[in-house]
């Protein structure tokens, strides 16, 4: 995009009171954006004839109007300034109208899509199918294993892992995606130029190189509350579906699932444990309609896609050898319990089932829990 032409964009998606609607009542009017914003003879001539305006009015309303006619506020003037020092900072960084091929046509059916996105990476990945995957920021270590290794396995199937760079579950799936050589793209609920939480500044520089970064937010925007649903709903709009692994009750997890749902997408989600918080939200879902999914397999065949390559050397998602002590893993089963609950259950001392479990931690087939608990990973 020309540098004037991203400009009046930029303005467009920036001023005050326009959103979807009267975006696209103007661009029909006008044809683009350049043509809403006039300059020197133009400025002087229909400033005193009062055509544009009136026009401008009609279309938007009177207040809306003058902000479009009038010099930018210092704040809009602010993020056109910011928003230009960002694109200026490199090749990958680029602006997405809604009159651009590469826009993505699943966004134009929103109710509300947005005028501009703001793209850093591989753009190309916005024309691959994508699976969205999230979850819990503050995810069980399963769960975090649980989303690197669907994600690692449905990308390898050729699909885009879409998430939103939350703690947790997002985290996991972009990671899982970007260490199996697959396609990832974060949406962001800030700034293209934030990160947000703050300690994702390495990951969010790995999915910039290796994947795309996406937000409708202009450089420089906080991350703000309502900011975050408004991104959920691009996370469910780029995807066939969306996979929910672990949430509480009321989680912006399920406010993804939801929005899918409504735009036709499927929702799957993992079973767990019926003592877990962080599956209950999971159930909810279930009891609701989704899919019920134990493996990535399961996902691949609801969509009626090709199996994933396997990993070099073995196949994907293979259980790991079991290791000394699966008498033990067999009394914990899946459920968290203690030393003394599982002494009572093998008819054993708790100090030599204690040893058991160290050995188990060290081999990462148990963690432990608050409480001197365990939990089975694998």
């Given amino acids: 995009m020309a540098a004037d032409a991203a400009t009046a964009w930029l303005r467009l998606a920036l001023t005050p009171g326009i959103g979807a609607a009267r975006a696209r009542a103007l661009l029909d009017a006008f044809g683009e954006p350049s043509a809403l914003f006039l300059t020197g003879d133009q400025t002087r001539v229909h400033s005193a004839s009062g055509s544009h305006h009136a026009r401008l009015s009609d279309l938007c309303g009177p207040v809306v109007a003058a902000a479009l006619t009038d010099a930018p506020t210092e704040s809009v003037a602010l993020a056109l300034e910011r928003s230009a020092r960002w694109l200026a900072g490199g090749d990958q960084r680029s602006v997405l109208s809604m009159a651009d091929p590469d826009y993505p046509a699943a966004l134009l059916h929103l109710a509300d899509p947005p005028v501009l996105l703001f793209a850093h990476g591989r753009r190309e990945l916005l024309g691959r199918a994508g699976l969205a995957i999230v979850g819990s920021r503050n995810a069980t270590h399963q769960g975090n294993r649980n989303a690197a290794a669907f994600?690692?396995?449905?990308?390898?199937?050729?699909?885009?892992?879409?998430?939103?760079?939350?703690?947790?579950?997002?985290?996991?799936?972009?990671?899982?995606?970007?260490?199996?050589?697959?396609?990832?793209?974060?949406?962001?609920?800030?700034?293209?130029?934030?990160?947000?939480?703050?300690?994702?500044?390495?990951?969010?520089?790995?999915?910039?190189?290796?994947?795309?970064?996406?937000?409708?937010?202009?450089?420089?925007a906080d991350a703000l509350p309502f900011h975050f649903p408004r991104r959920n709903r691009l996370i469910a709009a780029l995807s066939?579906?969306?996979?929910?692994?672990?949430?509480?009750?009321?989680?912006?997890?399920?406010?993804?699932?939801?929005?899918?749902?409504?735009?036709?997408?499927?929702?799957?989600?993992?079973?767990?444990?019926?003592?877990?918080?962080?599956?209950?939200?999971?159930?909810?879902?279930?009891?609701?309609?989704?899919?019920?999914?134990?493996?990535?397999?399961?996902?691949?065949?609801?969509?009626?896609?090709?199996?994933?390559?396997?990993?070099?050397?073995?196949?994907?998602?293979?259980?790991?050898?079991?290791?000394?002590?699966?008498?033990l893993l067999d009394a914990l089963g899946h459920d968290p319990a203690d030393v003394d609950t599982l002494a009572a259950r093998l008819g054993k001392d708790a100090g030599s089932v204690a040893a058991l479990l160290l050995e188990l931690e060290l081999a990462q087939r148990v963690e432990r829990l608050p409480g001197n608990r365990y939990q089975r990973l694998s």
């Fill in 151 to 220: 994600a690692a396995h449905l990308g390898r199937a050729g699909l885009a892992i879409v998430s939103g760079l939350a703690a947790g579950i997002d985290a996991a799936a972009h990671r899982g995606a970007l260490d199996a050589g697959a396609a990832t793209v974060a949406v962001l609920g800030t700034g293209i130029d934030m990160v947000y939480p703050p300690a994702h500044a390495a990951l969010c520089a790995r999915i910039a190189g290796e994947g795309l970064l996406l937000s409708e937010f202009a450089p420089g």
């Fill in 240 to 327: 066939l579906g969306v996979l929910v692994v672990e949430a509480a009750p009321h989680s912006g997890s399920l406010i993804t699932a939801r929005l899918a749902a409504e735009l036709g997408r499927e929702v799957f989600a993992i079973p767990g444990s019926i003592h877990s918080p962080l599956s209950r939200g999971c159930h909810q879902l279930l009891r609701d309609g989704a899919k019920l999914v134990e493996t990535a397999q399961d996902v691949l065949e609801e969509l009626r896609l090709t199996p994933a390559r396997p990993a070099p050397g073995r196949g994907a998602l293979e259980p790991a050898g079991t290791p000394a002590g699966s008498g």
